[in-house]
């Protein structure tokens, strides 16, 4: 009798797993319908429902990782994905969801691993740019460079290809080369307000500062935000474009909003020296030592001023009594003085 109990219960159980396996079936196929019409927060509950029934059902674990997708329930999407992989390690839905998702969440070795296994399998779509700007993103511009040149093959009208070469020279302290690929990326999109400031930022550090300037203004007027860097390149620009007046203005408008600002205290007065104002260079130096008595530099500064007005007396105790507080301060007057200064 036991026998026959126990072949009963081995029936029963596989009547019972034939059953959930229907089950699983009937809701993957309700979920194909769902999802067939848009209808994708349905479709993935009975997907999952599906694959709870069902643990070995690929097709639906593989329509899971779709639906979560598209419900932005990521985490769900990447493990449905691994375990279709786990018995298709080639299936090319699982591959390109896992590598979409690592890439979105910069997971940049993981988009890299999955997208090379794309390419050897010639699977999936824009894999050369997702591996590309992976490798961009960990600093290995020797392989971005490989990937996103393929990928500018495939797509010659993506603006951020260009762009991102840019950035990658720009990084390497290559200016001209960024200023090539900047005007690339801008032919392609020239909305983008951010990309020509940098190229403005690329030929000022090239330095090529004539060429910069309408840049700078290209960028303001697509509405990139003004600030007190902004202003303090662009014036830099134009002083160093031969328009020092129109630089120094700039300048001065900031000097209003942020008034004990030495940085820009110095630089200013700097700009007047080399241009030859040195009663605006001495005022603005002087600025810095009412905030900073012990500022030996603008004081030995103020003195250089003085020279070049041609009162050296004056001028030389006022560079003595700065180098008695910083003699470091003596090679700066060695150096002047063999600059003929």
């Known amino acids: 009798m036991k026998t026959f109990a126990i072949l009963s219960l081995a029936l029963l159980a596989g009547f019972y797993a034939e059953a959930q396996s229907d089950s699983a079936k009937s809701l993957f196929q309700r979920g194909q319908a769902e999802f067939a019409a848009g209808r994708f927060k349905p479709a993935f509950e009975l997907y999952r429902k599906a694959t709870s029934l069902d643990t070995s059902y690929i097709d639906a674990y593989r329509a899971l990782g779709q639906s979560a997708m598209e419900v932005r329930q990521f985490e769900i999407a990447r493990q449905s994905f691994r375990k279709v992989l786990q018995s298709a390690p080639s299936d090319p839905v699982a591959l390109e969801g896992l590598g979409n998702i690592a890439f979105s969440f910069r997971r940049w070795d993981e988009a890299i691993s999955y997208g090379q296994k794309m390419l050897d399998l010639k699977l999936g779509r824009r894999v050369n740019y997702i591996i590309g ?20 093959k495939e797509e010659p009208q ?21 200023v090539k690929y900047y005007l690339e990326a801008i032919a392609l999109d020239s909305t983008k307000a951010p990309w020509i400031y940098e190229l403005a930022m690329a030929y000022s550090a090239m330095p090529d500062d ?4 309408p840049y700078y203004e290209r960028a303001i007027a697509k509405g990139y935000k003004v600030d007190n860097a902004v202003l303090e390149n662009m014036s830099s620009a ?46 603005h130096w002087d600025k810095i030592l009412a ?15 003085f020279q070049k007005k041609g009162d050296m007396k004056k001028g ?15 090679i700066m007057r060695r150096e002047k003085q063999g600059a003929g200064m």
Do not use: H, W
């Open 133 to 152: 700007k992976s490798y961009y993103e960990k600093e290995n511009f020797g392989a971005a460079f490989r990937f996103l040149d393929a990928a500018y």
């Open 158 to 178: 993506n603006a951020e290809i260009p762009f991102l070469f840019a950035r990658s020279f720009v990084e390497m302290s290559n200016y001209k080369m960024a």
């Open 210 to 213: 004539k060429s910069a300037i």
């Open 238 to 283: 134009y002083i160093g474009a031969g328009m020092p007046e129109k630089g120094l203005a700039m300048l001065e408008r900031m000097l209003e909003m942020r008034p004990a600002d030495l940085d820009l205290l110095y630089f200013m007065a700097d700009a007047y020296y080399r241009m030859g104002k040195y009663d605006q260079a001495i005022t």
């Open 291 to 305: 905030y900073d008595k012990q500022n030996a530099r603008s004081l030995y500064m103020i003195g250089m001023a």
């Open 316 to 330: 030389q105790a006022i560079c003595d009594k700065a180098i008695e507080l910083d003699p470091s301060l003596q």
